[in-house]
């Protein structure tokens, strides 16, 4: 079992460049691919990126390709997101989530693990 808690939310302007961090507990942390979603008001939870067990291979969503960067630490037990250039459109709360699987999936019901989310607001 692992459980994940997420930090470095909140009120970033526009532009800014904001990094999630997402803490994993247990000996286990590299057999499990890793994910980050978000979710905003009245939304479903939406893919944001993956990184494979390794950290060798990633994959993203369209709306944040090329602003928005996975990486983890396997020595250290965590998980990043890097965002830049934000926009208003990216406001939500942001989940680290855990898939037990040596694929790179993007569908918030093939993950086994959720951290308990971390606000990111994104002032104009």
């Known amino acids: 079992q692992v459980q994940l808690v997420e930090s470095g939310g909140g009120l970033v302007q526009a532009g800014g460049s904001p990094r999630l961090a997402c803490a994993a507990s247990?000996?286990?942390?590299?057999?499990?691919?890793m994910g980050w979603f978000r979710q905003a008001p009245g939304k479903e939870r939406e893919f944001v990126a993956a990184?494979?067990?390794?950290?060798?291979?990633?994959n993203y969503a369209d709306s944040v390709k090329g602003r928005f960067t996975i990486s983890r630490d396997n020595a250290k037990n965590m998980v990043y997101l890097q965002m830049n250039s934000l926009k208003p459109e990216d406001s939500a709360v942001y989940y680290c989530?855990?898939?037990?699987?040596?694929?790179?999936?993007?569908?918030?019901?093939?993950?086994?693990?959720w951290g308990q989310g971390t606000q990111v607001t994104v002032s104009s």
């Open positions: 989530a855990a898939d037990d699987s040596s694929y790179l999936r993007n569908r918030y019901q093939d993950y086994d693990y």
């Open positions: 990184i494979s067990r390794s950290g060798y291979s990633t």
């Open positions: 247990g000996r286990t942390f590299s057999r499990y691919a």
